[in-house]
Each structure stands twice: as C-alpha cells, then as structure tokens.
Nanobody, 117 residues
C-alpha cells in the first residue's frame, strides 16, 4: 500500500473555494493516474476527477467548470481546486492512485469538506 495523505478540507460557505492536496510517499507518482472521489454517508463513493500521467483530465459533470485537478510530480502531490462550492459538494474527499483510470489500487484516508448554505 502506498501512503496517500489528503489535506485542505474544512468548512466553507456556499460560493467559496477550497484547495485539497494529496501527498504521496514511498513511491513516485510520475507514471500513475491520480483521481479524486467523494462520498456522503449512506451513498456510494463517486468519481470527481482524474489526471493521467500525461496530465490528461476528466471531470464528473457535476463539478465540470468549477473544480480543477492538477499534479506536481516534483512534489509527488496532486491537488483539487474547488470553486463555486455548493452544499451538495459536502462529502469526504479521497485521493487515489492507479496505473489507469479504470482501477485505483491506493487510497488516502479522506478529508471532510462541508459547504454551508
């Protein structure tokens, strides 16, 4: 298991912004796809965004235009910039690593994002 540590979550008002970070240790992320997922209690974990090793990106329709995923291989880290936040964005956000976007083998512990209305 590759340790992934998320940070940057918190409480924000509707329309606000947050930047989540995911720092990976013990292995270079250069060749991995990194993704963000989120989960609300009682619901299935849902895909938010991914960024491939070649920096290709994909977003869930619900966050397109508001969230931006990025990576910094020199820091072995990935980021999720979230803007124009809505109450329905409230969830625990997880970062994940996989060789492809089809399967993620390594997961972080999650960081809580709460958007107050």
């Amino acid at each position: 298991q590759v340790p992934l540590v998320e940070s940057g979550g918190g409480l924000v008002q509707t329309g606000g912004s947050l930047r989540l970070s995911c720092v990976v240790s013990g292995r270079t992320i250069n060749f991995y796809t990194m993704a963000w997922f989120r989960q609300v209690p009682g619901k299935e974990r849902e895909f938010v965004a991914h960024i491939t090793a070649n920096s290709g990106t994909n977003y869930a329709d619900s966050v397109k235009g508001r969230f931006t995923i990025s990576r910094d291989n020199t820091k072995n880290a990935g980021y999720l910039q979230m803007s124009s936040l809505k109450p329905e964005d409230t969830a625990v956000y997880y970062c994940a690593l996989g060789w492809t976007s089809a399967k993620y083998d390594h997961w972080g512990q999650g960081t809580q994002v709460t958007v107050a209305s």
